[in-house]
T-cell receptor, first 115, second 114 residues
Framework: DAGVIQSPRHEVTEMGQEVTLRCKPI?????LFWYRQTMMRGLELLIY????????DSGMPEDRFSAKMPNASFSTLKIQPSEPRDSAVYFC?????????????FGQGTRLTVV | AQSVTQLGSHVSVSEGALVLLRCNYS??????LFWYVQYPNQGLQLLLK??????LVKGINGFEAEFKKSETSFHLTKPSAHMSDAAEYFC????????????FGGGTRLMVKP
């Protein structure tokens, strides 16, 4: 397996534009996580899914952020409209059960710059 | 509830010196603990994990960590630093009530001087 695949690797957009980040988890993994990494706040969990169902979205900062997982092999994180303070590296990670001690596999991240 | 505190956002050591990165956790039930490493422009990679078996856990690249319940700690060590160890290191915790949700510490950037 090629690991967790994120696209694009880099995104530069203007304030107000819609941004969509994409993630393909490892085949067979039933948990998918979206994280945001900034210098100020470190790694923050935004939302996670289990079997394509959102379980906890309490980390999503505002209504401008939304995430979907239409099937087991694809997830998107959308920001609409984007703002400069959304600039960060966004990571997707996937895990396979059993509970607790499973290793999370991370993608290489999408570096988002909103100007 | 669970949380992780990493003492020291930056640690600098000389090549060949001992590496010690500190992690203290809080968990309402027995924890599972992880150390991840992040190289520049990369995602996080697992170094090692504690799963309630042996309290001394050995990982990749010569790193190890010891789970100390009485101190609620899971410090990461390596006897002799190498230049290639320069990276950011994250401690993380989860437990059986957390649904595989990892909570990360703030990270420690390790710098290795020649």
């Amino acid at each position: 397996d090629a690991g967790v695949i994120q696209s694009p690797r880099h995104e530069v957009t203007e304030m107000g534009q819609e941004v969509t980040l994409r993630c393909k988890p490892i085949s067979g993994h039933d948990y998918l996580f979206w994280y945001r990494q900034t210098m100020m706040r470190g790694l923050e969990l935004l939302i996670y899914f289990n079997n394509n169902v959102p379980i906890d979205d309490s980390g999503m900062p505002e209504d401008r952020f939304s995430a979907k997982m239409p099937n087991a092999s694809f997830s998107t994180l959308k920001i609409q409209p984007s703002e400069p303070r959304d600039s960060a590296v966004y990571f997707c990670a996937s895990i396979i059960s059993p509970q607790g001690a499973s290793e999370a596999f991370f993608g290489q991240g999408t570096r988002l710059t909103v100007v | 509830a669970q949380s992780v505190t990493q003492l020291g956002s930056h640690v600098s050591v000389s090549e060949g010196a001992l590496v010690l990165l500190r992690c203290n956790y809080s968990s309402s039930v027995p924890p599972y603990l992880f150390w991840y490493v992040q190289y520049p422009n990369q995602g996080l990679q697992l170094l090692l994990k504690y799963t309630s078996a042996a309290t001394l856990v050995k990982g990749i690249n010569g790193f190890e960590a010891e789970f100390k319940k009485s101190e609620t700690s899971f410090h990461l060590t390596k006897p002799s630093a190498h230049m290639s160890d320069a990276a950011e290191y994250f401690c993380a915790v989860t437990n059986n009530n957390a649904g595989n949700m990892l909570t990360f510490g703030g990270g420690t950037r390790l710098m290795v001087k020649p």
